[in-house]
Structure formats: C-alpha cells, structure tokens
C-alpha cells in the first residue's frame, strides 16, 4: 500500500514540477493549465518613457488592471505598441502581480536637410516626402522617402540617382535626418528603335511622339529624358496616329525601354502590328430624344463616307453632337457610336446613338478657391444664372471672361448632376495669383538711355474687382506721373466708370527740336451692348505747352510754340473674341475710336483711328498674329499741331528709330510727324518648348510695314508771313521691315530685344537695327 502511493505521488510530482516552473520561470508567458485560475494584474508599470505619459501607453495596451496574465492579449498589446510608430523597442515583463512595460520611444525629427541636390530646390523635396520636423522617426517612413526621393529624380530623368538617409543624434531624444543625395547624370533617350513599321518611316512616326531623341542642340528640350509615363503617353499617341490613317486594327506589340551600363543613356524598342487600312461606310445618327431631330445632328458628323477611316473623326463628331446638344440644354448627353465591321470589303459603318436624357437646368452656382475675390465678382461675369437652362456655350464664355479678368491663374468649370434628376450643379474653382504691384526699377533702353520706373497698381482692390493705379517714369527723355482708378460694376451695373490725372515732360530733341509739358485729366465710362461689343466714352481736358529744345529749329515747329487747352469728347466701339488679354492665341479684336476737340480750349480737331489684331494657332502651339490699325486727324479752322500729330517709328514699326520716319524738314532735320498713318503686322510666335516656356523666354518672327504722311503744307509764322514749305520731304510710301523678337521674365524685370532688318524705306528715314529695354514693363 505504502508503495502503491509512493509510485502515485512520484508520478504525479514530475508533471506538477514540470508545469510549475514553466510558469514561474517566464514573466510573460502563463501557463493555462485545465481547472486552475491565472493569476491577475494588480499594477502596470511603464519604464523608459521620455515624452509620453505612461496612461497614454497603457491606453495601446488590450488588458488592464484586474484582468488575468493571458499570453495572448499580452501578445496582443505588444502589437498594438510596436504598430503606434512610437516605440523603436517594447519589453513586457512580469513581476509578482506587477506587468511592467518598458519601451524606448522614437525620437523626434528636429530638421529634414538634404545634401548633394542640385538639380532639385529643397522646397521640391520637402514636398515629396512626408516627414517633417517635430514628427517621429521611424526606419520604415524613411525607407518610403527615400523611394519617392528616388522617383523624383527618375521623373526628371536622372535615374542613376542614390540616396542614403543619415541621422544625427541631439539631445532630449532629438535627431536631424539628413538625406545625402548622389544625383548622377541625366539618363537621356540615346534611340528610339521602331520594329514592323511599313507604311510610316521611323523618322515620320518619332515625330509624332512627345519623346524625342537627345541631341547636343536641343537645349531647349525637356522631353529627350526617359520617362515611364511618357512612354505610356506616346503609346497612346502612335494608336491615336495610326487609328486616324485608317488602321483601325493597328496595336504595340511591346515597348520597352532598356538603361545602358553606366545608367546614362536609355534605348526604347517598339514592335508594331500595323494591319490592314479601311474605309467609313454607312453613317448615321439615332435619336432617343423625341426633341432632338437626328437629321440636325447628321450634319455634324466628321467622318465622310467612302474616305479613310479616322478614329478622330468619331470623337470630333460626338463632342460636336455634345457641344450642340448642351446649347440646347442637354447637359449629360450620352452619343453612343455603334461600329459594324465588314472585314471583307474593310469598311467601318458608324451608327451615333444619341440616348435618353433630360433637358437640364443650373440648380446652383458654388465657387471655391477665392480667398480675397468677393463671389459677386466671380458671379457677375457669368453668363448665366442659377435656374437658367443649361448652355455649354454660355459656360464658355463665362469661363473665358473670368481668365480675362487677370485675377485668377487657374479656372476650371465642371458640371455635376444635381439633387434631382434634370438638375447640373456648376464648380467653378479659381486660383488666385497676385493682382497687386509695386515696382521700383532701375533701366537702359536704347531709346530713353537711363531709366527709372516707379509703380503701385492694384487691379483687384479689397477684392472688388477695382483698379487703382499711380506710377511715375523718369528718364533722359520723359518725366511722367499718372493717377488713376477704375471701377468696373459702377452701381451694381455692367457700367465701368474712371478718372485719370496726369502730368507728362517729354523731350524730343533726338527727332525734333521740340519738347512737350502736357497736364490734364480724363474722365470715361464703358458698356457692353453685346456679348463682344463694348462702347467707351470720354472726356478730356488738357494743357500742352510747346518749348524749343534745340539751337535751329524748324519753322513749322515754331508756329505751334505756346500753351493751348484742348477740351475733348470721344468714343470707341471694340469688338473682342481673344481668349486671354495678356498673351492672346486664338480671336478677333476690332477697335474703332474717335475723339473732338473743341468744346472749350482753343484747339479744334477730329482724331479717327482703327486697330485689328487677328491670333490663331497654326500648329501646335504655333501662334499666327496680323495686326493692322490706322489713324488720321484733320484740324478745323486751324492747322494740327504739332504735338497733336502722330509720330511713327520703333518699336511699333522695328527697325526704324522712334519717330524715325515720316515727314521731315530737310534744312533742320526734324521730324515734324503727320495727319495720317497706317501699319501692318505679321508675326508668329515660335514655341521653344516647355523648359523655355517656364523659363519666360518666347521668340517670336515678324514682317512689319507702315507709313506716316500728309502734313498740313500751308502755314504761318507768329507774325502771319506764309512758311516756306520747299524743306519739306514728306513721302507716304511704305516702309517695310522683317526680323525677330525674344522677350524674357528674367529675375531683374522683363528683358525685351528685337532684332530687324529694314528691306525698305525712304530718304531721311532713321533705322535702328537692334532696340531692347531691361528694368521697365512694356
């Protein structure tokens, strides 16, 4: 018996031993043994902690005080903890009923410093990547931007580009990580190799694409780098070449892009299969609309029967359809081109499916964006209102009207469905860039030699839309101050209202032994009477005081010597299609003006003038221009004077001195200007691609021509005594120049030079091949 319970209590003892000390021996782990309770956590104990509070950590944790010591919520916590990104390292230990945490935190990020970037401005880097100072380090936000610091550099075509991140240990558990970066050599497009081509030259085809070859003379050229998108993009854009020439079965096999050894260069293969060429059949037009006559929308269908097929043509077709439809108040319009393929006669015949839809209203205008623009600014010049029809035309304009404000750098108008079906609700988005001015400049121009500039403009005063503006010009030539304020909505009305004072001293003894002191002010007011037709009123009183300003004087300068006042009425009717103000690309502007003087004073004249200005792009961004415009003023009762007359010359016609032609007094060698001028311009702005584009450099080549003649011959002295008029050249044949013109928005102010050769003129005329001017606005 005695031996029986001995063997019993031994064979128990060992197992119960055994389990004892596994649970005793770890302050973690527990052992769950079937039948007996865990024992539970009376305290928790949070060691190691600098910045954070010990409730803050014990608030990761999923157990607390009175819960049992359970291994697997233990192991819980310590997951919760390490995935916070607060912690570098997390120990749990247990002592007695105590379940101590220690932790050491991760420091904070004291500064973000990159080394080694030349290519790439700091701001551009802080801007990829996401850790910033006063946040917490952790390796795996580091590793994620140093890829995107990577990719940047990819982006912009270096892809030999290393970056190695470094800490710098400071005190209170503060570092400085610091990004050193290798950026290596731009890795360029050395060949772009076409493969199954049959129809199109390789040369044709890599004309079409945005990637181009790098050359050593394409300095301008931001696209000979290799990049992944890029590559996708000219994918899409041989399909697009390829599907306009008829290949409606055309595909890329592959392309792939291959970085030589030394990382420098990149070598892209495609692979085509070109496939067979077909022709438009049958075309037509299906209206699920029974408002919508599907005849109406036949006629604006691209694509031709019989002729090649062109996948552009469809586009073209639909978004005219769309285009039409929105005018009429179909918002959403859905044109379904349905394509039946007859592969023996290769031909494509087309249905456009014009689907169901309601006829759609504005429910509501919102705008966002304008911090300092007032929304009835906006608002205003919108051409229509919430609860109008829907008109895509007249969304157009208004959208074209808000850029010509100049208020705003970006604006972008999308349509949304409303709350209720047959409902758009309209996002108007701007970003507003600086409308405020103030310019203080030193300049040299080979006109007016020294130069100084000084200006405060505001074109959108307390964000009203108002203009206000005060400058003052000084140079070897002119002294001028000009103060003036425009308000354009003058009581709540399309009726702008304005005041000008100025004062102006202009020497012009280069051309003339004459010179000027004119001081005045001006009253005008503006209104549309259509949709591109503004008429502008004016008054104008003016004070002209004529001095010599040289040792031998002409005498038809001397006959207008002295002070006189000119009261002047006056109105312009301007016809406006451009699409920006600044650097118009595509419109008409026409602008007829005429001014009277002789409502008081004692100067009496009508003054007549016409200006045209025509923009197109040709191709690409290739912009065409011709301008013309043409003057003529005729005195009543008394000759022009002088300082009325007009005065042709650079930089309106290039190549010839300002006021250097036109008629002239041969004896004395000034120019006395004339009573009638005429000029024409041809030009076209030459695109230098995208790296001069952020540059500001645009260059643009130009035919000018132009005269100035007709000048009142029979005049008299002070003393009544007939002028001899024998001196007189005055010869009204063209002049005729051609050359080119680059402008730069460089860091001192906007640089202006213009190169022009003069292929005709007449005796007397002065010509000046080169003008430029830095340090002043033109």
Avoid at 419 to 447: K, M, N, P, Y
Avoid at 453 to 473: V, W
Avoid at 489 to 509: I, K
Avoid at 715 to 723: A, R
Wanted: hydrophobic share 40%; proline share 3%.
């Amino acid at each position: 018996m005695v031996i029986v319970l001995k063997s019993i209590c031994k064979n128990l003892f060992l197992p119960l031993l055994v389990m004892g000390f596994a649970v005793f021996s770890s302050p973690v782990a527990l052992a769950q043994v079937s039948g007996l309770e865990l024992d539970t956590i009376e305290r928790i104990a949070v060691i190691g902690n600098q910045r954070i509070e010990p409730v803050t950590v014990a608030s990761y944790l999923t157990v607390r005080i009175g819960d049992p010591f359970d291994p697997v919520a233990l192991d819980r916590s310590l997951k919760l903890l390490f995935s916070t990104g607060l912690f570098a390292d997390v120990v749990m230990e247990r002592d007695g009923n105590t379940l101590i945490v220690r932790v050491v935190e991760n420091p904070i990020i004291n500064r973000v410093v990159f080394e080694g970037n030349r290519r790439l401005d700091r701001e551009d880097l802080l801007e990829e990547v996401l850790l910033k100072p006063r946040m917490i380090y952790t390796r795996a936000r580091v590793r994620a931007d140093v890829q995107r610091i990577i990719e940047a550099y990819r982006t912009s075509g270096r892809f030999a580009a290393v970056v190695e991140p470094k800490i710098i240990e400071r005190s209170q558990n503060r570092i400085d990580l610091v990004f050193e970066i290798t950026e290596g050599p731009r890795s360029r497009v050395s060949r772009i190799n076409i493969i199954g081509n049959k129809r199109f030259s390789d040369k044709n085809l890599r004309g079409e694409m945005a990637t181009k070859e790098a050359r050593w003379w394409k300095i301008f050229s931001g696209n000979d780098t290799y990049d992944p998108d890029r590559l996708a993009f000219d994918r899409e854009l041989l399909r697009q070449y390829y599907l306009s020439e008829g290949y409606a079965d055309f595909r890329i096999v592959s392309a792939v892009a291959e970085l030589t050894a030394d990382q420098k260069d990149f070598f892209i293969t495609y692979v085509l299969e070109e496939g067979e060429v077909y022709t438009f059949g049958e075309l037509s037009v299906v209206s699920d609309i029974r408002e919508l006559d599907a005849g109406l929308f036949r006629i604006f269908i691209r694509a031709v029967e019989g002729e090649t097929y062109d996948a552009s043509a469809i586009e073209s077709s639909i978004e005219n359809m769309t285009s039409v439809a929105g005018i009429l108040g179909y918002a959403f319009l859905d044109v379904r081109p349905s394509i039946s393929r007859d592969v023996e006669n290769r031909t494509l015949s087309i249905e456009f499916r014009i689907m169901e839809a309601p006829r759609t209203y504005v429910e509501r205008i919102e705008i966002s964006g304008n911090i300092r623009t007032l929304d009835r600014v906006i608002r205003r010049e919108f051409r229509l209102a919430e609860g109008d029809a829907f008109n895509s035309a007249k969304i157009t304009r208004s959208e074209t009207r808000l850029r010509a404000l100049g208020f705003f750098r970006e604006v972008t108008i999308e349509e949304r469905p409303g709350t209720v079906e047959g409902r758009v609700i309209l996002d108007v988005t701007v970003e507003e860039q600086a409308t405020g001015e103030l310019a203080l400049g030193v300049g040299f121009s080979s006109v007016e030699n020294f130069l100084l500039d000084f200006s405060i403009r505001e074109r959108n005063l307390l964000g009203k839309g108002q203009e206000l503006r005060l400058s003052a010009t000084l140079s070897s030539l002119r002294k001028q101050i000009d103060l003036g304020i425009t308000e354009p909505y003058f009581l709540g009305r399309p009726l702008a209202a304005g005041l000008d004072l100025f004062r102006t001293e202009f020497n012009n003894s280069l051309n003339s032994s004459f010179s000027t002191t004119s001081t005045g002010l001006s009253v005008r007011t503006a209104f549309p009477v259509h949709e591109y037709v503004q008429i502008g009123l004016r008054y104008t009183l003016r004070q002209d005081v004529v001095n010599i300003a040289g040792l031998v004087v002409s005498p038809f300068i001397l006959s207008s010597l002295g002070s006189n006042t000119t009261s002047s009425i006056g109105y312009t009717v301007a016809y406006d299609t451009v699409n920006n103000f600044l650097r118009p690309s595509r419109g008409n502007r026409l602008v007829f003006s005429q001014d009277y003087a002789g409502l008081g004073g004692n100067i009496n004249y009508i003054r007549t003038s016409l200006q045209y200005d025509y923009y197109r792009p040709i191709i690409g961004e290739w912009i065409f221009h011709i301008g013309a415009e043409s003057g003529v003023i005729e005195g009543f009762g008394q000759n022009v004077r002088i300082n009325d007359r007009f005065f042709l010359g650079g930089p309106r016609i290039r190549g010839f001195r300002t006021a250097g032609l036109g008629p002239v007094d041969t004896r004395t060698g000034d120019k006395l200007g004339g009573n009638l001028y005429y000029v024409a311009s041809v030009g076209v702005a030459v695109p230098l691609g995208a790296a001069a584009s952020e540059l500001g450099v645009q260059i643009t080549a130009f035919v000018d021509v132009g005269a100035l003649a007709k000048l009142d011959l029979i005049q008299f002295d002070n003393n009544g005594n007939p002028i001899d008029n024998s001196t007189i050249f005055s010869n009204g044949g063209p002049r005729v120049s051609a050359g080119i013109g680059i402008i730069w928005d460089s860091p001192f102010g906007p640089f202006r030079i213009d190169l022009a050769k003069v292929i005709r003129k007449q005796p007397f005329d002065e010509t000046e091949f080169l003008q430029f001017n830095i340090g002043t606005r033109f």
